[in-house]
């Protein structure tokens, strides 16, 4: 049993995280103020405020430090430049100088957002990123701070999706949400990614830190699909109507942030380093489905009642 630290803990990931690791370990989380139903450690604060970091540290000493609070929204990191800057590079380059300084682990989650999409194929932890907009290069900046303060940190390349405490965070339950009331909608054919369960990746990162990993990896699922297919994944999988999903460029979006086509990665390194085949797909979506019958949404939500 670790003493975990996890900011971001009212986000999708953070939140998983916690709920995954709760009886396994000794979690204290950090929140803005939202989780006051939760059944772990809970420390109120802002990190962009002075001394909240420290005193987060001071109180749960932790011996793994797992940041998952950022600006993760495309459009307000468009909106709120100077915003993202600081809680995606700033407040993980401090993160990792004073885990460096404590002799904590570090884990910092980045995105796949990263790279451009042009390559036909997938990216390698060796591939050149090439930021398309605020959130993918200030992630991709603070990849770098982190690394410039603490070289034995981890910094984690992510595609997740799950239930989350507002129930709208994740592309699955967009989906999941207009398929159950008959609302059509679209999904990008030409937007390929690598989605995980966040309970995989929650688990994949524990592993990691057990394994006394460090630097760079694509932390994703193994299969690449497209938006739209991974709607239709989740509709076979609720046994809804495909139907209701129609295919649809993201050229004809309006969305203001640009986005990558090819969001696809390679897991070999993570898979070599871990000796494990990660989560398939189908797994993940069957995890997903189950947590559904089992109300595992209400269950996450009532933690901010
Ligand atoms: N979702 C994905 O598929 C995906 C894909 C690629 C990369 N990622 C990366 O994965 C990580 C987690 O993403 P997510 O989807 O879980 O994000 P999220 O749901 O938007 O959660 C972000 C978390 O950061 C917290 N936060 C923001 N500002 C804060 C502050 N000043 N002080 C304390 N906490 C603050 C938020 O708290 P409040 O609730 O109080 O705002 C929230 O708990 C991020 O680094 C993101 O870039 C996510």
Redesign the pocket.
Known sequence: MARILI?????????NLAQETMNTHDITA?????LVNAPFKVLN????NTG?LDSALDSAQPEWLI???????LEACENNPDLSRR??IDLPAQMAKACKARGISFVH?????VFDGEKDGFYTEEDTPNPLGV?SQT?FDGEQAVFAEDANAIVA?????GW??SGR???AEFFHHNLTNNKSMSGFTDVRFCPMLVNDTARTLIKMLQKNLSGLYHVVGPQAMSKYQFGVEIARRFSLKESEISPKSILSSNLTARRSHNLWLSTHKLSTALGESLPEFSTGLDEFFTQYQQDYPQKIRSYAL
């Not at 900011?7 to 939140?15: I, P």
């Not at 604060?45 to 962009?48: M, N, P, Q, V």
């Not at 989650?109 to 957002?113: L, R, V, W, Y």
């Not at 390349?157 to 999706?161: H, L, P, S, W």
């Open positions: 900011t971001g803990a009212s986000g999708l990931l953070g939140l950090v929140d803005r103020g939202k604060g802002d990190l962009l909240t940041n998952c609070a950022a600006l993760a929204d809680l995606n989650i980045s995105t796949d957002a959130y992630k390349r992510v595609n997740f999706y989350s405490l965070r994740s592309l």
